[in-house]
């Protein structure tokens, strides 16, 4: 099914940028007309998302991390998060609930599970040494119409 709109940003890996990329994702699904448990989850998942490019993919770097979003008219909305960062060696292992690659104890292992609970499908493409790609897909369900 071919998208009746969509969106690409791209902005640097720091962590002020993260609530910007909610707010964008918020403006750019409204015409979905989400509920607020809709909306707050898609602002969750995409924020994990985003979390995991900024703290995981580049760690101590700032680069680009890239967001493009797609509606649809069967009231679907896929985000594909994406980073050029150090890529996961195991995407298998990087998605179980509690394992984490900081060594620090600041983090808690659960943003795929989060992820997943969030959004009806989660994808995650990766390659070592050359990124990740996260995507992210939702249908909302409260309205049923696009409205683009």
């Given amino acids: 099914m ?8 791209q902005f640097d890996s720091r962590s002020a940028n993260e609530a910007f990329s909610r707010t ?12 607020i448990e809709e909306l707050s989850d898609i602002k969750t998942a995409v924020s994990e998302a985003v979390t995991n490019a900024i703290v995981h993919g580049y760690r101590d770097q700032i680069a680009i991390v890239y967001i ?36 620090t104890g600041e983090r808690a292992g659960l943003g795929f599970a989060v992820m997943q609970s969030l959004m009806d499908k989660v994808k995650v493409h990766s390659k070592p040494g050359r990124g990740t790609t996260v995507v992210l897909e939702r249908r909302i369900t409260s309205k049923g119409a696009v409205h683009v």
């Fill in 24 to 35: 964008v994702i918020s403006a750019f699904i409204a015409p979905l007309d989400p509920n």
């Fill in 2 to 9: 071919k998208h009746c709109n969509q969106m690409k940003l």
């Fill in 68 to 103: 493009s979003a797609y509606l649809y008219p069967d009231s679907r909305v896929v985000i594909k998060v994406r980073d050029k960062g150090c890529g996961i060696e195991d995407v298998r292992k990087a998605m179980e609930p509690l394992y984490t690659t900081c060594q």
